[in-house]
């Protein structure tokens, strides 16, 4: 009886999915850390262990209150990098597939965005999304040549900083304000294929290439000061892997975009304590992430105009985010409670772009998968 309900539980949550078109988002609460300030208040986030929460609900309680939300997964502070990188997979195989796919990381700054996206590429336990994709699309890509596949991939590395691009690869002192010169204007072609003019994109063709490109983005990613943390990030990092593959014998062809995109943080204006250039910051990062869930809310509820272009960040994802296209959402939540503030405002965001497609039919759910893929052979 047990597995038989398990069972009706796990049909009916994907019968909710297959619902919900292709947004989904993932919520992930980092551990506490020893510089984390943590009074005797009892903890403010717990995980309800009822049978339809479990592994989906959080708890916050502020003030004597509790707020539950709900969302496709949820992370609690035990959640390894490879049990997080487990639940995407799907999405990275997606790419293979010819997909466009969109990961996003969201929170304040220090609820271990980074730490997710990125973590340490050089640690086996610690590396983070990007450097497990990788590995993943390198693999794959192997055993697929067996069957007549042909890959081959791309990597370009972004920030957007104050509405203006900076290219991580182009071997330029990212931090000067000219950079260089360049323009870095976006355009889109009629394939839906994004050209940054001047963007540098690096031919790869195996993971330690990569790694070594990571190392000098991460070398070049500007990072500002504000009261919340030193190292905080102002700045929006994308990093892109283009796919195409053909099969020679059949002659198939597939074209997929992996965009991995660690957002600027979510804080709000008057915790900052920001003024002058700092100010100019976060009104530049309000402007974009207001703009992103704007393109979001109406990408679900298949509003005839998109605001794509009111920012730079929406504009550049513009082909990745509609159609048949897939996104993804962390919403990286930090535990301890003097974060119990804004990490109510992340989650209060992060429902909304859960919930806003309940009812919505999946626009295709003809997905042919990879293992599929694997086993026509
Ligand atoms: P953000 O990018 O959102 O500002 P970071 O990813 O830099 O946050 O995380 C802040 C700190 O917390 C870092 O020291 C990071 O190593 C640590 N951290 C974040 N998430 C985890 C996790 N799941 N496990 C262990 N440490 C984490
Ligand atoms: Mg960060």
Redesign the pocket.
């Known amino acids: 009886k047990v597995v038989e309900g398990e069972k009706l539980r796990k049909k009916l949550h994907n019968t909710i999915l297959e619902l919900k078109g292709n947004i989904r988002v993932f919520c992930?609460v980092?551990?506490l850390?020893s510089e984390d300030c943590v009074s005797a208040e009892a903890n403010a986030i717990s995980f309800p262990t009822s049978m339809e929460a479990q592994g989906r609900g959080i708890d916050v309680a502020q003030n004597g209150q509790k707020h539950s939300f709900t969302f496709d997964k949820v992370f609690t502070?035990e959640?390894s990098?490879q049990d997080v990188f487990v639940e995407i997979s799907q999405l990275v195989q997606s790419a293979l597939d010819g997909y466009k796919v969109c990961i996003f990381?969201y929170?304040?700054?220090?609820?271990?965005?980074?730490?997710?996206m990125m973590?340490n590429p050089e640690s086996p336990d610690?590396k983070g999304l990007i450097p497990r994709t990788l590995e993943q699309v390198f693999e794959t890509r192997q055993s697929l040549q067996a069957q007549g596949w042909k890959y081959e991939m791309q990597v370009s590395m972004l920030e957007i900083y104050n509405e203006t691009i900076r290219d991580l690869l182009s071997g330029f002192d990212a931090s000067r304000p000219e950079n260089g010169g360049k323009q870095y204007t976006i355009k889109h072609d009629v394939n839906g294929n994004t050209h940054v003019s001047d963007l540098t994109i690096v031919d790869v063709h195996s993971s330690s290439k990569v790694s070594s490109l990571l190392r000098r983005a991460a070398q070049s990613r500007s990072v500002g000061k504000t009261q919340m943390?030193e190292?905080?990030?102002r700045s929006h990092f994308v990093f892109t892997l283009r796919i195409s593959g053909v099969n020679e014998s059949t002659e198939q062809q597939v074209q997929g975009v992996l965009n991995l995109i660690?957002l600027a943080?979510s804080e709000r204006l008057s915790k900052s304590g920001s003024t002058g250039d700092r100010l100019k910051e976060t009104q530049a990062i309000n402007k974009s992430l207001s703009s992103l869930s704007d393109v979001i809310f109406a990408l679900a509820k298949k509003e005839e105009h998109v605001p794509f272009r009111n920012s730079k960040l929406t504009y550049l994802l513009q082909p990745c985010l509609g159609g048949d296209s897939k996104t993804l959402m962390f919403v990286?939540v930090?535990p301890d409670p003097s974060s119990t503030g804004e990490s109510l405002c992340s989650l209060r965001f992060a429902a909304r772009v859960n919930a806003c497609e309940i009812g919505i039919p999946r626009r295709q759910t003809s997905m042919r998968s990879l293992d599929s893929r694997l086993s026509i052979g």
Do not use: F, I, V
């Not at 929170?107 to 730490?115: I, L, P, Y």
């Open positions: 992930r980092r551990p850390l502070p959640a990098q990381a929170g304040q700054t220090g609820s271990g965005k980074t730490h997710t973590g610690n943390n190292n905080s990030s660690d943080g990286n930090a």
